[in-house]
């Protein structure tokens, strides 16, 4: 794992690294996206980007983390919604180029099993984005998750509930109850895996990644065993993290391990 401060716009660094891998790839890339507020930011520079006429979406297949179930994906609070408006309405992506786990399928066994079917039919996801929930969570993978899991129904915990409240008009009542995750298991199965972190309310999350031991009580932690795995954070965000350590990581830049040009985990 590989810890990047930057005090600017995290969102701008992560779209201008896919922008370079779109370029190296000749734009034909399989994308994990991730929903939340911390990815507006990403979203909107691609977008920009994508007007500029410096990237296209026409070869990129995407796979979103999660959705919740029992919202229609014309619900402006399904992830699907969110997605349409902050990136996919405004870009030339293909729409059949575009997934999600099938969160109204009542047989949610069989929508999983076809996800993981579906992502390895891709051959797999090149770059995954994320962002992580004050309690540890990567997409909806609650503290305690086992690592090697594929995708799955996920009852939510109540502080993840809590947290995601501010985006459903009735608050709290609103929320759904559960949701289809992409596993630990395939997440960490993806080539490289970009994690956003902004604000004081992720610095707990943060220093369990960073400095805490590798435990499914800290779902985040697993990161450390991906070598290429990048936490891409703001100052507020590694608050916790102690002066030291930081040192020990900033030579790092997003693609490039920080390990003295190893390509290691730390
Ligand atoms: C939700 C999503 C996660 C996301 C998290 C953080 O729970 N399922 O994928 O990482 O929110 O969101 P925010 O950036 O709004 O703090």
Not at 83 to 103: E, Q, S, T, W
Not at 105 to 127: F, M, P, Q, S, V
Not at 144 to 160: C, M, N, W, Y
Not at 204 to 230: C, D, M, R
Request: charged letters at 25%; one cysteine or more; glycine letters at 10%.
């Amino acid at each position: 794992m590989n810890i990047i401060l930057e005090e600017n716009d995290l969102g701008f660094l992560a779209a201008s690294y896919l922008k370079k891998r779109l370029k190296e790839t000749g734009g034909k890339m399989v994308l994990g996206l991730p929903t939340g507020g911390t990815m507006e930011g990403f979203y909107k520079h691609l977008v920009d980007f994508y007007k500029a006429g410096q990237i296209s979406f026409k070869d990129v297949i995407t796979f979103n983390l999660d959705e919740y179930t029992g919202l229609s994906a014309t619900s402006p609070q399904s992830y699907r919604y969110y997605m349409d408006k902050h990136l996919f309405d405004y870009v030339d992506i293909k729409r059949g180029n575009i997934h999600f786990p099938d969160a109204d399928n009542e047989n949610y066994e069989k929508a999983c099993k076809d996800y993981e079917e579906r992502i390895t039919a891709a051959g797999g996801i090149d770059l995954l984005f994320g962002g992580v929930g004050r309690n540890g969570h990567i997409a909806f993978n609650e503290s305690g998750t086992p690592f090697d899991i594929p995708t799955h129904r996920v009852k939510l915990a109540e502080s993840t509930r809590k947290a995601n409240a501010r985006f459903f008009k009735g608050g709290i009542e609103d929320v759904p109850y559960y949701a289809l995750t992409m596993g630990m298991g395939t997440i960490l199965k993806a080539k490289e895996i970009i994690i956003l972190a902004s604000g004081e309310n992720k610095a707990e999350a943060v220093y369990h990644a960073v400095q805490g031991n590798i435990t499914t009580l800290w779902p985040v932690s697993a990161l450390k065993e991906h070598k290429n795995s990048f936490i891409l954070a703001d100052a507020k965000a590694l608050s916790l993290v102690s002066k030291s350590v930081l040192e020990e990581y900033k030579n790092c830049s997003l693609g490039q391990s920080c390990l003295n040009g190893q390509n290691g985990t730390k």
